[in-house]
């Protein structure tokens, strides 16, 4: 019989934490827009966080496939039902989130008639919706409440994944951070 997996692959690594970067660096590229507030690179960090926002729809329909084709590792046993419940539907949350997210930005700037530099190789093609400053607004006010609950998504992650670590002490933390020593 083969030895369950404990790791989980280099493509779902670079998935996850290439993901993660780049939701950083979106929250790193607002801030530093909103610090440049009338400047003109203020408009230039904009149009980078657009363009990495349609990156992360693409990266996260692509981890979306590469995860039915490679279903996720088993949470250790004896982990209560409730816990692979939640550890799910945070999951799920997430991917919603990650696909929701870039797509009301992409409808904001759709609906605005602004367009979408993708990193100085082209125009990303907009939506077909009418032009409308009041839905663009609608759009965005529907993107910030996805933020907000992309950072509560992030924050019981996190705390899960540290609980793991540090209390249940069930190597959970070992399968996605290389660095991290299996215990015995």
């Known amino acids: 019989m083969a030895e369950p997996r404990n790791r989980y692959s280099t493509v779902s690594l670079l998935f996850h934490w290439g993901i993660a970067l780049a939701v950083l660096a979106q929250v790193l590229l ?31 329909l692509a981890r979306i496939g590469w995860r039915l084709a490679n279903p996720a590792i088993p949470l250790p046993p004896g982990t209560p039902g409730w816990q692979k419940i939640a550890a799910r539907a945070n999951h799920v949350a997430f991917y919603v989130v990650l696909i929701g997210l870039p797509l009301g930005g992409w409808a904001a700037s759709s609906a605005g008639g602004r367009d979408i530099d993708y990193f100085g190789l ?7 919706l009418p032009l409308d400053r009041d839905l663009a607004g609608q759009f965005m006010d529907a993107h910030r409440a996805g933020v907000k ?31 991290i020593p299996r215990r015995p």
């Open 30 to 60: 607002i801030a530093a827009s909103d610090a440049s507030d009338g400047q003109p690179a203020a408009r230039e960090f904009v149009g980078a966080h657009k363009a990495l926002g349609l990156t992360i729809l693409v990266a996260t």
């Open 122 to 128: 082209f125009n990303w093609p907009l939506l077909p």
């Open 149 to 179: 609950l992309l950072y509560v998504l992030l924050a019981l992650h996190v705390l899960a994944a540290l609980k793991h670590q540090f209390l249940d002490r069930d190597n959970v933390l070992h399968r996605m951070i290389p660095l």
